[in-house]
């Protein structure tokens, strides 16, 4: 195992930030998971929610949405342009692939993505302040290891090509899902085309695949500890919403999995 951790991963600094935001990453998502998949709905924005919960404070989803990506967005340009410059190839890679993450995200909000109601605030803030915090965290201890051994196996550019394939493909099952209410129609209908006759939540597969690119450009423990916790999360997540389909289409289709085709 040590022999692995040293072809595969940086020497990081010891670092007690470092261990508190791996531990803290690990046990935050896994709750989260489990919380989800029990059906306790912690981030009140998706169809889950009930509505019987809706608060007051509130602005439209399509706006929600905007402001939690937003300062992750910014925050990536200014450690891209101005913070954290002339930090070598990899380092340029990460937060370029993060740039473009969350610009994604921001497009798809603007021009693929299709929103009723509204969000709670306090939503707005854990999800802004969470990618935030998880991003932030990465890039700053990437830059620690800026004087660190490198890996004597370099994974950056496997990296950067599972990167785009994780973000291809959850950019092309969110524009399917997006394609299945025609103009004036109202309901839910269940998602078909690309992996959905395999796994009801293929973009969160193809979400994991992204953050597992973030992982193999950077390679510290603490990236793979969020792509881990990213794991645990959405397989809460996606649990959840095959329970959903469930409950709503007697013809939901038993042999489609919840995240992982054939497994899960």
């Known amino acids: 195992m040590a022999q692995i951790h040293r072809e595969i991963l940086f020497e990081e600094p010891n670092s007690i930030f470092i ?6 990453n690990l046990i935050i998502s896994a709750i989260l998971g489990i919380s989800e998949a029990s059906g306790k709905q912690n981030l009140e924005y998706s169809k889950f929610w009930n509505c019987e919960k809706q608060v007051k ?6 706006m929600g949405m905007i402001i939690a990506y937003t300062p992750s967005l910014i925050a990536c340009l200014l450690s891209l342009f101005w ?3 002339n930090c070598g190839i990899r380092f340029f890679m990460l937060n370029s692939s993060i740039t473009i993450h969350f610009f994604k995200r921001l ?3 603007l021009f693929v993505h299709k929103y009723s109601g509204g969000m709670a605030m306090n939503s707005i803030i854990t999800i802004s302040s969470s990618y935030f915090i998880a991003f932030s965290s990465l890039m ?3 830059y620690l290891t800026k004087r660190s051994t490198e890996p004597s196996i370099d994974l950056k550019y496997i990296g950067s090509i599972v990167f785009l394939v994780g973000i ?5 099952h969110h524009f399917l899902l997006s394609k299945l209410r025609k103009k004036g129609e109202s309901g839910y209908k269940i998602p078909k085309g690309g992996l959905f006759s ?3 939540c293929p973009h969160y597969l193809f979400e994991i695949v992204t953050f597992l ?3 193999l450009i950077s390679q510290t423990l603490f990236s793979f500890s969020s792509t881990i916790g990213t794991l645990f999360y959405l397989m809460g997540r996606s649990y959840a919403t095959r329970k959903w389909y469930f409950s709503k289409f007697e013809d939901f289709p038993r042999n489609v999995k919840a995240l992982i085709p054939f497994v899960f």
């Open 83 to 85: 913070i954290f410059t």
């Open 57 to 62: 404070a509130k602005v439209g989803s399509k």
């Open 140 to 142: 700053y201890i990437q």
């Open 198 to 200: 395999l796994v009801i």
């Open 213 to 215: 690119g973030f992982s």
């Open 19 to 24: 261990k508190v935001m791996i531990v803290m």
């Open 168 to 172: 291809i493909g959850n950019l092309y």
């Open 107 to 109: 497009l798809e909000v």
